[in-house]
């Protein structure tokens, strides 16, 4: 089992920026790949970006070159670095956690940290 911990939500001007930060607890070393989506009212759960334990990373075409995620293994812990942000942004962002077991894969979830950007 995985525990993730969001926190850095808030509310925040258009042009702003925010950090969020997740924190992994339990049978951290299985973890593979970490990263954060977002779900905004009335529309599906979305990848932002993911990172994998060798530091590999993967970004959704709207966030490039505005947001990094960086991931300190030694601190179990993942970051999501959000620059510019626009109003488009606004959601609920989840950390997640991508267990990769001998047979199936396994994703665990945070609770979700809202992030509200104002124009």
């Known amino acids: 089992q995985v525990q993730l911990v969001e926190s850095g939500g808030a509310l925040v001007q258009a042009g702003g920026s925010l950090r969020l930060s997740c924190a992994a607890s339990?049978?951290?070393?299985?973890?593979?790949?970490m990263g954060w989506y977002r779900q905004a009212p009335g529309k599906q759960r979305e990848l932002v970006a993911t990172?994998?334990?060798?530091?590999?990373?993967n970004y959704a075409d709207s966030v490039k070159d505005r947001f990094t995620i960086s991931r300190v293994i030694a601190k179990n812990t993942v970051y999501l670095q959000m620059n510019s942000l626009k109003p488009e942004d606004t959601a609920v962002y989840y950390c997640?956690?991508?267990?990769?077991?001998?047979?199936?894969?396994?994703?665990?979830w945070g609770q979700g940290t809202q992030v509200t950007v104002s124009s």
């Open positions: 990172i994998s334990r060798r530091g590999v990373t």
């Open positions: 339990g049978n951290i070393f299985s973890i593979r790949d």
């Open positions: 997640n956690a991508r267990v990769v077991g001998p047979i199936v894969e396994t994703d665990y």
